[in-house]
């Protein structure tokens, strides 16, 4: 989508505020915490003196009017400007009064930042969407990011530390990382600094699975794979390694039950798109399901859901125990696969 003059992204307002400029409100919206900080500390960085941090930095949790108003009516102590940041003010979600405050009348030594669930566009947020435009300040929206977003990111970050990233390797580390930015910067960090250590430029792939291990979700993704070609040797293998691993023999029952769900829904509604908004994944993971899917029948599919369901009957019934059970359960899946 093109920018528009009260639209912009992180590089823009960089540029704006190497160039000096800053506006005097920020509205963000969405659910990447860490874009989020980033436009933060950048609005810090170049409008804070570092010695005055906590005269001319005020961070609210919620909106509280009278406190906010008086905030940003004290004029900064040795900073470019007083920045006044509202973690959740819910401004813009017409909840309150839209006559909390004025956001077209600020001091023009003030900067308010309001991080927001959501902005709508009707009703008392109208208003206040107005405000923001006429005082010419600036809209936000940091969503989760799309994969191909993200290994560019990754590439960029490792690039900038002297490493090489693949296109195959980030996007192994996506899927673990379950695309949380802040989960990939560290990821990556302790990816590079090993492989420092070790004297190389590329991130490999014996690094990555000595550090970074798969999570049980891509770990059960990769039994079902092994289920779908009737390879029971590489299933019982991976039942092993979540085991020696610790993890809980209910939980590995329970998330190979959750993937045949997820598997049914993309059967029934087979578009990517369809699955990525019911199941609430990430499009690469929905494309990973729909591909998974198609290797499965439904009467297959329904058939090993329905053995799981009787296994943890009897589980309750106290006439298998729950190890016995799962081992039973993969066997089987493999067999009716």
Request: charged letters at 25%.
């Amino acid at each position: 989508m093109a920018e528009t003059t009260h639209d912009i992204t992180i590089r823009t307002l960089t540029k704006e505020l190497q160039a000096g400029r800053a506006r005097p409100v920020y509205v963000l919206a969405g659910d990447e915490r860490y874009l989020i900080d980033q436009v933060k500390n950048k609005l810090i960085d170049a409008l804070i003196n570092p010695q005055a941090t906590d005269f001319d930095l005020s961070v609210f949790d919620t909106f509280k009017a009278d406190a906010v108003q008086d905030a940003l009516h004290t004029p900064p102590l040795l900073s470019e400007k007083k920045l006044v940041i509202v973690r959740q003010s819910d401004l813009f979600a017409n909840t309150g009064s839209a006559d909390h405050i004025d956001l077209s009348v600020l001091p023009d030594f003030s900067c308010l930042m309001l991080i927001e669930a959501k902005v709508l566009k009707s009703g008392a947020a109208k208003k206040r969407r107005e405000q923001v435009m006429a005082a010419g300040g600036a809209f936000m929206t940091l969503s989760k990011q799309t994969a191909a977003d993200l290994s560019i990111w990754l590439a960029r970050l490792a690039k900038a530390a002297g490493m090489q990233l693949s296109r195959q390797a980030a996007s192994r580390l996506i899927e673990r990382m379950d695309s949380d930015m802040y989960a990939l910067a560290d990821a990556l960090q302790r990816l590079m600094l090993y492989a420092q250590h070790e004297g190389e430029t590329a991130i490999g792939e014996t690094a990555m699975d000595l550090l970074i291990p798969a999570p049980l979700s891509v770990r059960i993704f990769d039994l079902m794979d092994a289920v779908s070609q009737k390879q029971a040797g590489i299933a019982f293998a991976i039942i092993d390694e979540l085991l020696n691993q610790r993890e809980a023999v209910p939980k590995i029952s329970f998330m190979i039950l959750r993937q045949i769900r997820q598997l049914m829904v993309a059967r029934e509604t087979g578009d990517p798109n369809l699955i990525k908004d019911t199941l609430k994944v990430p499009s690469f993971v929905a494309r990973k399901i729909a591909a998974q899917a198609r290797r499965f029948s439904d009467s297959q599919l329904y058939a090993i859901h329905s053995k799981g369901f009787d296994y943890d009957t009897n589980i309750r019934r106290g006439t298998i125990d729950d190890k016995t059970a799962l081992f039973l359960l993969v066997a089987y899946a493999c067999e009716a696969a």
